[in-house]
């Protein structure tokens, strides 16, 4: 071997700051809690707002009015002495025994005890 130019070895690269080699976290976190804020609405949203019905309620078919029957309401008139009823009226006597509502109770029947008793398998035990 023969003894030549001295070589050079390469330098050592030189060490990056820490600045240079991290990125700016900013935009990320604001991305970030942008998201966080649509989840978190999107729950208190499910969670406030009533289930809307599985299908809509079928209409009720209108009946014309000649087929709808309305029942008159029943008007009592006391009259005076002398005065009549007016025609077609149904006249009640005041003397007439009033109509009379019995009620009754009826104590239930005390509920019978039935005891079951089964296996760990689910069979019953006679």
């Avoid at 025994?97 to 008793?117: E, F, G, H, N």
Wanted: charged letters at 10%; a positive charge.
């Amino acid at each position: 071997m023969e003894p030549g130019p001295p070589t050079r070895q390469p330098a050592a690269p030189a060490v990056p700051s820490a600045r240079a080699t991290r990125a700016d976290p900013t935009g990320m976190r604001i991305i970030l809690g942008a998201g966080g804020l649509v989840a978190l609405s999107a729950l208190v949203t499910a969670i406030v707002v009533p289930p809307a019905p599985a299908s809509a309620p079928a209409p009720i078919p209108a009946a014309s009015p000649a087929t709808v029957a309305r029942q008159r309401p029943v008007q009592y008139i006391q009259l005076a002495p002398g005065q009549s009823p007016p025609p077609g009226a149904t006249v009640i006597d005041a003397k007439a025994p009033k109509p009379v509502t019995i009620v009754t109770r009826v104590p239930a029947p005390t509920p019978k005890t039935v005891v079951i008793r089964t296996t760990q398998s689910g069979k019953v035990i006679p």
